[in-house]
């Protein structure tokens, strides 16, 4: 597919979400959460926000809270208009592909983060869900969405519900944090990251030695090499 390059254009043009800089001292309240998850819920109605289910992980779950499950099926559709002029472009035997994407920026605002400035003038992200850097190779990171997946989230959902301060003048340990506390506070078990290290290597041979058409799928769910590869010592 041959794209002029005037069809590509800067993602400076497209419209910016985000929950600012702040200065300190710097406490968010329930009443910033009930914005940042409004804020949200209008981004995912962007037809480019289909990459954030294409993602999987934790940006998978955010914006199934903000659409339903029924969304599902729609992303399988094909690209947004977006796509072409602001997406991810791969080259790939003479031909040009495309497929929506999402900035750094706009995964930071999925998972509600703040740029907070802090004394030395350097700045801090604090962010009311784990960013994709503390959730991959954390204890939750197992290749798909499990039950125990699951009841965090809604775990979180409660904390963040029954536990962040309404005043700002209170404190409490609900409120958005850092990438490192969200890696302490997701480790659980420690094996996890052995396990999701082999699924990946399991799921690149197979892919690179072994699927084709449409058998791609069931192959994929059937192999008894994916399962032999991520129980092995």
Not at 10 to 39: C, G, H, M, N, W
Not at 40 to 48: P, S
Request: aromatic residues 14%; proline residues 4%; charged residues 25%.
């Amino acid at each position: 597919m041959a794209v002029p390059p005037s069809a590509r254009r800067p993602l400076s043009e497209l419209r910016t979400y985000s929950l600012r800089y702040f200065r300190p001292p710097f406490k968010a309240v329930y009443a910033d959460y009930i914005t940042y998850e409004q804020y949200r819920h209008e981004f995912m109605k962007e037809d480019r926000a289909r990459a954030a289910l294409l993602r999987g992980g934790i940006l998978w779950r955010l914006a199934l809270h903000s659409l339903g499950f029924d969304i599902l099926p729609s992303v399988l559709i094909g690209i947004s208009q977006d796509a072409v002029p602001f997406g991810q472009m791969l080259s790939l035997n003479g031909k040009t592909h495309f497929d929506d994407d999402l900035s750094e920026e706009e995964v930071d605002f999925i998972c509600g983060t703040y740029y907070v400035y802090t004394n030395n003038g350097c700045i801090e992200k604090l962010s009311w869900w784990p960013r994709p850097q503390a959730w991959a190779g954390s204890g939750l990171d197992v290749g798909f969405w499990s039950s125990r997946c699951e009841d965090w989230f809604q775990k979180r959902l409660e904390n963040i519900r029954q536990g962040v301060s309404r005043r700002r003048d209170s404190s409490d340990n609900n409120g958005p944090v850092n990438n490192t506390r969200w890696k302490q506070g997701l480790k659980f078990n420690a094996a996890t990251k052995k396990f999701k290290k082999n699924l990946d290597t399991a799921c690149s041979n197979f892919l690179a030695t072994k699927a084709s058409g449409k058998s791609l799928f069931c192959r994929l769910l059937y192999t008894s090499d994916i399962f032999s590869a991520f129980t092995d010592d």
